[in-house]
Nanobody
Framework: QVQLAESGGGLVQAGGSLRLSCAASGRPVSRYSMGWFRQAPGKEREFVAAISANGANTNLGDSVKGRFIISRELAKNTIYLQMNSLKPEDTAVYYC??????????????????????WGQGTQVTVSS
């Protein structure tokens, strides 16, 4: 079992920045690709970013490309989402997730949420205009 705990959410003005963290416990996640999703009220869950097990490859959703950066710190069993130039439409609950299938360390998890086995509880990000 893997437990995930997101942190770093909050209220920020448009144009500001936040850094989200997702700490994993229970067993090491260094062999797995991980990702970030978000869900706004009344909307479907949306892919934000994913990173390979070795941290070398990433994928970002179209709506956040050029503004968000995903990274991971293997020694701390943690991934991060650096969010810059935030917009009101970025307001959502942000979740991290683990694709626990055994794959190449270069593999980047997909944009489909049903490909992920473990999920955190989420952290609220609110961007005011």
């Amino acid at each position: 079992q893997v437990q995930l705990a997101e942190s770093g959410g909050g209220l920020v003005q448009a144009g500001g920045s936040l850094r989200l963290s997702c700490a994993a416990s229970g067993r090491p996640v260094s062999r797995y690709s991980m990702g970030w999703f978000r869900q706004a009220p009344g909307k479907e869950r949306e892919f934000v970013a994913a990173i390979s097990a070795n941290g070398a490859n990433t994928n970002l959703g179209d709506s956040v490309k050029g503004r968000f950066i995903i990274s991971r710190e293997l020694a701390k069993n943690t991934i991060y989402l650096q969010m810059n130039s935030l917009k009101p439409e970025d307001t959502a609950v942000y979740y991290c997730a683990v694709d626990a299938a055994m794959r190449s360390s270069w593999y980047v998890a997909s944009v489909k949420d049903n490909d992920y086995e473990y999920w955190g509880q989420g952290t609220q990000v609110t961007v005011s205009s």
